[in-house]
């Protein structure tokens, strides 16, 4: 993979790089259409990432689509997919050494799912590394980790440039995730609450409320009104920092999360600046 990177840009192209667990969706290959309109050449990664993981999490049974994937992302014109055995990315079968943004980390699912970000920063950082994209693509759905990986990225001067792409829906407001697939008919309608509870608080915004506590607790009241879900963080906070704020009036990031039976859902929406 890195003999194949350096190759390309050794020629002078600009190569994108969007990282994946897999189990592909449309939200993932709208940021590889972004990364095909803004770079000259795509890569993929697919690993599902053991260090991100909690002992009481879904890593055994996280879906894994291998083969369907190869083809949506052959569709798609990408030219390289990494696809590394967990062996080789971590071949004591650990990691003995971390990437961790302190502070940030804690916050959001960080406070949820202690050592996740972990996880994520440190698998984050060796793709960084034996990829060396000039660009990286992620979701705004998982808004806490871009806040996160945009810490890593500037602490440690990496030069690579992080490209947020928008939450993909589907047609009803659900967040598309890899995890809709564990639902089940009647779990899937519950599920909608997070995206009506969000969307009173957008609404609520754009009316002229600036009060967080305001507007926190008409989505907690829309959420409340779907009792089989469970509430695990509704808050809302700088998108930067992931700090609690008092007022929307300069932008926030508005973020929920809720167990769906036992899968666990997040969703979000960014609340602008006003002029």
Known sequence: ?????????????????????????????????????????????????????????????????????????????????????????????????WVTVDDLSSKLDGRSRPGHFRGVTTVVAKLFHIVEPDA?????????????????????????????????????????????????PQQRKQALVLNRSLREIEKLAQAGESSAANLLAAGREEFASETAVRLDYFEIVDPGTLDPITDVSRGALVAVAAYVGPTRLIDNILLNRTP
């Open 1 to 97: 993979m890195r003999a194949a990177s350096r190759a390309v840009r050794h020629s002078g192209k600009r190569l994108g790089l969007v990282p994946t667990m897999g189990a592909l969706h449309e939200g993932h290959l709208s940021l590889v259409r972004s990364a095909r309109a803004s770079t000259d050449v795509v890569a993929v990664s697919i690993f599902v990432n053991p260090t991100q993981f909690g002992p009481n999490e879904d890593l055994a049974k996280y879906p894994r689509s291998f083969d369907r994937d190869c083809e949506l992302l052959d569709r798609e014109g990408v030219s390289f997919l990494f696809a590394p055995a967990v062996e080789e990315m971590y071949p004591a079968g650990s990691s003995a050494t």
């Open 136 to 184: 990286a693509f992620f979701g705004q759905k998982d808004a806490a980790q871009v806040a996160i990986i945009r810490r890593m990225v500037r602490d440690l001067d990496l030069p690579v440039e992080i490209v947020v792409g928008p939450i993909v829906r589907e047609p009803d407001g659900l967040a598309m995730s890899s995890r809709n697939t564990y639902l089940d």
